[in-house]
DNA sequence: CTGTTAGCGCTTTCAA
DNA sequence: TTGAAAGCGCTAACAG
């Protein structure tokens, strides 16, 4: 491995001048020393120099490091590709690395079997990723080892940072309407697949933006809501029996996939979609039944990884200061194809913009 | 930040006898000693000591770190969340983080622009998770900085490991032969989204599998293939044709999502699944359509993990000798169900186990 | 079994 | 504008 010495011991200089000039921390003026300068990094370069992050870290205290937070079982903890990259880009991009981490349970309560970034001094912050059914002793835990941290797709008064699901919600009915329908219907239907779960924010928030437009706009509220079902494909009979009736919804807004079920009720009734029924539907992709695209909400994971990055820096710096929450704007339209970023949505924009 | 020094001054003990107790290096028989120990031990907790691991990183000249390496763009590096989960526990337990990096295609000609884990001295070794296309520069890049590094999901001499496709698509062609099928059709339907990609291992392999377990039947191949659709709905389309037929398949077999397009044109042409037709196809989690479940071969990403951690480490303690690739095997029953872990895909076991 | 000594590669601080 | 000295928190090696 190269060090700044031996850099130092080929330039005739200090290892000092060689970190200072490496650093960027070299104010000189005087042409010899900014030829010398540029000698030094040319040095550097030929000789493959990279700075030690870990003797960085041992001698100025701080890891340059945040720790994803991750429950265990995806129920209670989601992670889409997008979000992680948002992150781990947001972050790079601020010379910082993004370190995976994952808490189980039990770990809360068996002293000894805490993870790694709770048992040891490794980072400078925590990005916590509970979705919901955040356990009791976690809060605690980190309380007690004064971690500077953020949580992620939770609302509470301050430290978190969620996307604007009220808004987005709102905008997608608006947008329903925009295109001529009056008969809209919102449906959120869910196995239950766990004893008790306490509903996600977005369960309320979605419901809530979709209700607002309605009444802005003076259309009849309209909801089929089920969070009990014994199985998914309940779904699909549900929705039949809602399409089969006379004065049936010309569009639905799914809290998340109900349209794929909805496509397939419509198929099964010899439905068009979507000259006879529109669907919309959240989700972090867009849903696609067989091939066939239905337009999507898409949970922009990447400015939620942007924000949510620059709040746990921002948290890092002022550790005993209370951030406030930040609901981060989605996507407003819904789109049928990956990829393809709204103007409103410019990840580059925001990853220049330094938000406090 | 607690220190080993505090301690030690509490304990009355040196700096040392307070490391090697808490790491376990403690040699000691003596009553009296362990009760030291003991005692020692127990004001670490009272102090709420956490060791510093960037020191231990500068002391003993080993991260304990290991950098996933994705590309930008979904296309060429697709990281589902239980690779990345079962990557970051096989990891975790062996006392190693995982960090996430990314590597941008133009990262590798611009000096500058080189993500922080080349740029700087931070890690062990490289899981590298491009799954085609990978940029020429790389493995330059990595063998000039030496670097040890494991290829994820890709199918080399050496130094790899992948998901045994051949044997997972063989047997789940068995496994429709053994349900009492005959007419059994292999589909590979794929849009051309990028120019002229070269095609993943896995779509040779599985093709193979499927005609391996045919042939062993003696009965007749059968296939469906095109990877240059203009769109993903014509999917639908292809498959009604080949349905509509006399001698219609009654099973089939997908390299991907595949059995979800078949299941469209099934319901458009009156047939019901799986009694008229049976499907299955490959994924990282079951396929479902508006929640009706697919039986699935899914690629158990934590298995993959696992073994990757396992490679990965090994090529850290010896990084000269080149690995043999290693084919991970899948779960062999197509499922229809999440997280139903069959048992010969004992996570825990893959863990306590060391393979070299 | 335990302590002493000498670093690891870097930054911080102060003096020149 | 540069250097010297000290030290970050820890481990390695050897001595006793």
């Not at 009720?265 to 439905?271: K, N, P, S, V």
């Amino acid at each position: 491995m190269i060090t700044l010495h031996e850099i130092a011991e080929k330039a005739g200089v200090t290892q000092m001048t060689v970190s200072r000039v490496l650093n960027g921390t070299y104010a000189a003026k005087r042409p010899s020393a900014l030829n010398r300068a540029e000698r030094i990094r040319r040095i550097a370069r030929e000789l493959g120099y990279r700075p030690n992050t870990a003797a960085q870290a041992t001698a100025s205290g701080k890891f340059n490091s945040i720790a994803l937070v991750c429950a265990h079982g995806r129920t209670t903890s989601t992670l889409p590709q997008s979000l992680l990259y948002g992150l781990s880009d947001a972050l790079a991009h601020r010379k910082k690395q993004l370190v995976m981490s994952r808490l189980s349970d039990q770990a809360l309560t068996d002293d000894q079997q805490l993870p790694l970034f709770l048992r040891q001094h490794a980072c400078d912050g925590l990005l916590l990723n509970y979705t919901h059914c955040i356990p009791d002793g976690i809060r605690e835990l980190i309380d007690q080892y004064r971690i500077p941290s953020i949580w992620l797709n939770v609302k509470q008064s301050h430290d978190c940072v969620h996307p604007d699901d009220f808004s987005a919600s709102r905008h997608a009915t608006h947008w329903l309407i925009s295109k001529g329908h009056r008969r809209i219907v919102y449906a959120d239907l869910k196995c239950q697949t766990q004893g008790a779960l306490p509903d996600h924010y977005s369960v309320a928030d979605r419901l809530a933006g979709y209700k607002a437009a309605m009444q802005e706009a003076g259309l009849p509220v309209q909801t089929m809501q089920q969070r009990d079902l014994k199985r998914d494909q309940e779904q699909v009979i549900r929705i039949r029996t809602l399409l089969a009736s006379a004065d049936r919804p010309t569009a639905m807004l799914g809290y998340g996939m109900e349209s794929s079920a909805a496509y397939m009720a419509a198929m099964q009734l010899g439905l068009q979609v979507p000259n006879d029924l529109e669907l919309v539907g959240f989700a972090n992709n867009v849903i696609s039944l067989g091939g066939i695209p239905i337009p999507t909400i898409r949970l922009s994971a990447k400015m939620l990884g942007c924000a949510a990055a620059a709040a746990v820096i921002a948290k890092v710096d002022q550790p005993d200061r209370k951030l406030p929450a930040l609901a981060v704007p989605l996507d407003p339209e819904p789109v049928t194809e990956e990829d393809v970023p709204s103007p409103a949505m410019d990840y580059e924009k925001c990853l220049e913009a330094d938000p406090g």
